[in-house]
């Protein structure tokens, strides 16, 4: 079956709030938990794990009634930073399929009718669809129809993947019960009390007649019985930035636990970026403090990867530079995604080092040297002589080693400083230097340029004059007269 432009896919995840709590806490699927509104016994069930559904647990009992029949159980309360990574995860799902998204707790909406080049069946976009939501560690059902309203109805109802042909909206949607609805607790009692249960028991009853009844939603309920609603999707920006968090039970300060529980974040920030084809860029990592206070850490990447290894390394490695301050009650990783680079090895080249390499090289280093002492040097905008700055590291794409570049600089000369410069004695002339000596140099001087006065603050405090010279030896030097210390000192070399 060929796809029109008209086309709506809905990706609908059952048990939201327990599948969003999982997806962080994959851990706790075992064991017998409870997602609730709250912590008090009256608090509703928003989900429970199967150990407890096989007791008889379901949604909409309250903590008491759940503890009844489970006995000892967990109760977790769905924090806001766990729903809304999950949201951003069924975002990002969808965005790898259509640009026309409309996202929602539990659901999505996406159109799919310009993809039949990709998917000449719908069932098998369908099935695509759930195996990258799978990546991220959601779990969901699919279904492909001509109208929103009727996808949505569809793929909350039934299982796996339903697809329906243009016409057919009402065959698909008569035996669907009426909980699939979005009906108010006293419309469903109403329905009840009337002997409806699906959707063409609803539709069977006249239109006219159920605003009386039911208010100003009957006829909008009716309609969407028939699956004649029509409503055009709601766009749903993208998120800003791909975040993943995590809470502890308990406040913890040693590193390596802290570690372990960041490669669960790392590995879902990861997932992320793959379902989008994109790639991680520079990321912060926020370690809360118990009682309160924020650390965060910058890491920095040479060259966007999905490299989870080298990520984890990068992270190990600036965790040992910047460790926790204080015990830590949470984490939180956040990044902004970015197009990955290709490489693209030459035929003849020799070995190269490779991008997530060279991050790793770079992070020990900086580990070792500390912060602003890792990167390549850069002139400074200054008058004074041989001030450089560290900068971040550029490593040259392949374009510019095809360009050529290295060629231009062949016939420059290198100024090799030395630090601290070295003590000289020099003989003049009247004006003319004609002898120098400094460490194992040694001669008279055959050239020399020079004096270059340079004052280096207010007054004639750091007054120097400068001088280039020539050796017998071919050396060529550069050495300054410092005013302040009346002493001479040899200051470069040139190669």
Not at 258 to 263: E, S, V
Request: proline letters at 7%; one cysteine or more.
């Amino acid at each position: 079956m060929s796809l029109t432009c008209e086309r709506i896919a809905c990706l609908w995840i059952p048990s939201w709030p327990l599948q969003a709590l999982l997806r962080a806490r994959p851990e706790l699927r075992t064991q017998k938990l409870v997602v609730s509104d709250g912590t008090l016994p009256t608090s509703l069930v928003l989900g429970a794990t199967l150990p407890l559904r096989q007791v008889g647990v379901r949604v909409g009992q309250t903590v008491a009634q759940a503890r009844s029949l489970g006995g000892e159980l967990t109760v977790q309360v769905l924090s806001e930073a766990h729903r809304q990574a999950a949201r951003d995860a069924l975002y990002d799902v969808a965005s790898s399929f259509s640009p026309s998204i409309e996202c929602g707790d539990g659901y999505v909406l996406l159109g799919v009718g310009d993809m039949a080049k990709l998917f000449p069946d719908e069932t098998i976009l369908g099935k695509a669809l759930l195996v990258q939501a799978e990546s991220v560690r959601l779990h969901g059902r699919v279904a492909i129809a001509s109208r929103a309203a009727t996808a949505k109805l569809l793929a909350r109802a039934r299982a796996e993947v339903t697809v329906v042909a243009p016409g057919d909206e009402k065959l698909y949607l008569r035996p669907l019960p009426l909980s699939v609805l979005p009906l108010s607790a006293a419309q469903a009692l109403l329905l009840a009390r009337f002997g409806l249960k699906t959707l063409g028991d609803l539709v069977a009853l006249p239109r006219t007649k159920l605003p009386a009844r039911l208010g100003r939603d009957g006829v909008k309920l009716h309609r969407l019985a028939a699956g004649e609603e029509d409503a055009p999707l709601q766009p749903t920006p993208p998120p800003v930035e791909i975040c993943e968090s995590l809470e502890l039970d308990e406040a913890e300060h040693n590193l390596e636990p802290l570690l372990f529980l960041l490669r669960g974040l790392t590995d879902r920030m990861m997932a992320r970026l793959k379902a989008m084809s994109l790639a991680c860029g520079d990321f912060t990592v926020e370690l809360l403090h118990q009682p309160q206070g924020v650390q965060r850490v910058e890491v920095k990447v040479a060259t966007p990867t999905r490299e989870v290894a080298t990520v984890m390394e990068l992270l190990r490695l600036s965790l040992q530079a910047h460790p926790p301050e204080t015990a830590v009650r949470g984490l939180q990783v956040r990044t902004q995604a970015a197009r990955p680079r290709p490489l693209q090895l030459g035929l003849f080249d020799g070995e190269q080092l490779l991008p997530e390499r060279l991050m790793t090289l770079l992070s020990r280093l900086q580990a070792l040297c500390g912060d602003g002492r890792v990167g390549q040097a850069a002139a400074q905008d200054s008058h004074l002589p041989g001030l450089a700055e560290v900068v971040r590291l550029q490593p040259p794409s392949s374009r510019e080693r095809d360009d050529g570049v290295v060629s231009d600089l062949q016939h420059r000369m290198a100024l090799h400083m030395l630090r601290p410069p070295r003590a000289a004695t020099v003989k003049m002339n009247g004006a003319r230097l004609t002898h120098l000596h400094s460490d194992g140099l040694s001669g008279p001087v055959l050239r020399a340029g020079g004096p270059y006065r340079i004052r280096g603050s207010v007054g004639n405090e750091g007054l120097r004059d400068y001088y280039d010279v020539e050796l017998p030896g071919g050396e060529a030097l550069r050495v300054f007269f410092d005013r302040d210390e009346d002493s001479w000192f040899l200051d470069a070399r040139y190669d």
